[in-house]
Structure formats: C-alpha cells, structure tokens
C-alpha cells in the first residue's frame, strides 16, 4: 500500500546551518507529494509540493525535489532560522484511492537556537 | 478570510458523556476531514467526506462519527467518549479540482481530554 518515511526527530540545529529533512514514499502509479509545517500551537499549513516526477517545490527558502528514481522528497533549507522551529510532516495524495486523501509521515520535530 | 474553524480548541470530559466537535470552512470545498494527532504516531484519519451527505471511514473511525448535511460543515461526534480518544483533533478541508486540488487547509485544532 501507500506509505510515507520520514526521519525521526528531533532535529536541533543553530541557526543558519544547513536542514536536511529525509522523506521516502511508497505509491502505485504517480503521486502528488508534499510538505507540510506545523508551529506550536497551531494546525498544519502547505509547505509545498510537487505533482509529478522532477518537479521542484519552493517556498519561504525551503526547497524539496520529487525523485522517482529514488522515490524520495527530502526537504532542505540551505540556512534556517529560529522561526523555522516547528514540526515537519511529508505526505502524498492517496493516488488509486480516495481522491483528497493524504498520507502522512510521523512528523519531525525541528529545534533552531539561536 | 479563508478558513476552517473548529470548537471547541479545548475540552475537558468525563467517561462516556457525548460531546461534539464542530468544523466549518468558508471555501466552499467539496472535501474534508478529521485527523487525530497522537505523539509518536503523527496524523492518523478518522472519516472523511468527499461532498455533501457522502461520508467514509479514515484509519481510525472506532467510536467516532460524522455527518456532512451541508457542505460548510463537517461536525464529529463521540458518542460515548473514552480515555483513549484523548487528543488532539484537526479538522482539514480541501477542493478536490482546479489548481489547489488536494491541498488540504487546516483548523487550529482541538485539544480533547476524557477523564
């Protein structure tokens, strides 16, 4: 079945270094993936996304590339900020199922300090 | 403003005494969700709706159900609740075509205690 892999957290960086979030997949046919970010005390929010194979999804300096080949979505930043403290989540559209569903990862945990 | 709401963002239940938890988006999105975010175990799907009056069940419907009499409005409901759905819920609603198809917008959630 669809299933997505992300790395456990957490993830504690000093701000501006480098972020590398792993996201793997398991799909039939082609899906949709995504990235999606959740602040402390709020609900998710669309990070970005990417809809077929090569495609990059950019947004507020993160940047995630689907590769088929590997089936991956890692996301990256290339200097984070303490605002970007927050949890993590992957996810692809259920392709073959329901349309609208979305499978999630677990989460990763990030924490920036100053 | 766009947006889905849910109430209440807190509660605080007893065993067994039947609550609601609403969900109203202003989009007009054909679908929506509910989720329940448990740690370690990320977001796991309850039910879902892909339009008025057609409802189906997530990863984990037990003790849970919903309606979608109107296409605003996506309320969950447990009946009898149970220690064991203490939780945080998130309600999500998304348009299932045009360019934004699957992009699914969520509540601030809705932290449940059962006592």
């Known amino acids: 079945g669809n299933s997505v892999t992300q790395m456990e957290g957490p993830v504690t960086l000093s701000e501006e270094a480098f972020l590398t979030i792993n996201c793997t997949y398991t799909?039939?046919?082609?899906?949709?993936l995504f990235w999606y970010v959740q602040y402390p005390g709020e609900g998710l929010q669309l990070l970005l996304k990417?809809?077929?194979?090569?495609d990059k999804g950019s947004n507020k300096g993160f940047e995630a590339t689907y590769r088929k080949e590997t089936t991956s979505f890692h996301l990256e930043k290339g200097s984070v900020q303490v605002s970007d403290s927050a949890v993590y989540f992957c996810?692809?559209?259920?392709?073959?199922?329901?349309?609208?569903?979305?499978?999630f990862g677990k989460g990763t945990k990030l924490s920036v300090k100053p | 403003e766009a947006q889905v709401t849910q109430n209440p963002r807190y509660l605080i239940t007893v065993t067994g005494k039947k609550l609601t938890v609403t969900c109203s988006q202003n989009m007009n999105h054909e679908y929506m969700s509910w989720y329940r975010q448990d740690p370690g175990l990320g977001l796991r799907q309850i039910y879902y709706s892909m339009n008025v009056e057609v409802t189906d069940k997530g990863d984990v419907p037990e003790g849970y159900k919903v309606s979608r009499k109107e296409k605003r409005n996506f309320p969950l409901i447990l009946e009898s609740p149970s220690p064991n759905q203490t939780s945080l819920y998130f309600c999500?609603?998304?348009?299932?075509?045009?360019?934004?198809?699957?992009?699914?917008?969520f509540g601030p959630g809705t932290r449940l205690t059962v006592l």
């Open positions: 999500a609603s998304s348009p299932l075509v045009g360019p934004n198809a699957n992009e699914q917008f």
């Open positions: 799909a039939t046919g082609y899906p949709s």
């Open positions: 990417a809809t077929k194979a090569d």
């Open positions: 996810a692809l559209r259920n392709y073959g199922g329901s349309q609208g569903n979305l499978i």
